[in-house]
């Protein structure tokens, strides 16, 4: 299988509300709307979309997001940390640096998602040898 596009689809009622949260502080562009369905595509990134639908439709009751959580890589987690927050958002998980390499944060969307918007860094030693472990060696 050859995978062309990831897109996720968070079940809400608040479509305009998840829109122009995810278009106005990641930079997401708007590229369907419905009365019922939104799909907006990363910045820069074609094969990535985040959409929206309302939950209850003829077709009956979608996922509603519960245990969902997307995640960003960014060049600067940061600089992103201090937009976000100088923006007026909720941080919901300060910013810290995680033992399997990752610096890191999150927000949460209107719909109740968690956002972990991180950058990679080394690993401790010890997750580095577990991450290791499980390399194929040629």
């Given at each position: 299988?050859?995978?062309?596009?990831?897109?996720?689809?968070?079940s809400?009622?608040?479509?305009?509300?998840?829109?122009?949260?995810?278009?106005k502080?990641f930079d997401?562009?708007?590229?369907?709307?419905?009365?019922?369905?939104?799909?907006?595509?990363?910045?820069?990134?074609?094969?990535m979309g985040?959409?929206?639908?309302?939950?209850?439709r003829?077709?009956g009751?979608?996922?509603?997001?519960?245990?969902?959580?997307?995640?960003?890589e960014?060049?600067?987690?940061?600089?992103e940390?201090?937009?976000l927050?100088?923006a007026?958002l909720?941080?919901?998980?300060?910013?810290?640096n995680?033992p399997?390499?990752?610096?890191?944060?999150?927000?949460?969307?209107?719909?109740?998602v968690?956002?972990?918007?991180y950058?990679?860094?080394?690993?401790?030693?010890?997750?580095?040898?577990?991450?290791?472990s499980?390399?194929?060696?040629?």
């Amino acid at each position: 299988m050859q995978i062309k596009r990831v897109d996720f689809t968070i079940s809400t009622s608040k479509l305009q509300e998840s829109k122009e949260f995810y278009m106005k502080y990641f930079d997401f562009r708007l590229v369907y709307e419905s009365d019922w369905y939104i799909e907006l595509i990363a910045p820069d990134m074609p094969t990535m979309g985040i959409s929206f639908t309302l939950p209850q439709r003829e077709e009956g009751e979608f996922f509603n997001g519960r245990g969902l959580i997307l995640s960003f890589e960014v060049e600067d987690a940061d600089a992103e940390y201090e937009r976000l927050e100088a923006a007026g958002l909720q941080i919901y998980q300060e910013l810290q640096n995680k033992p399997w390499g990752e610096r890191s944060f999150v927000v949460e969307d209107p719909n109740g998602v968690h956002v972990y918007i991180y950058k990679s860094i080394p690993a401790t030693p010890e997750y580095q040898r577990i991450y290791d472990s499980f390399k194929k060696v040629k």
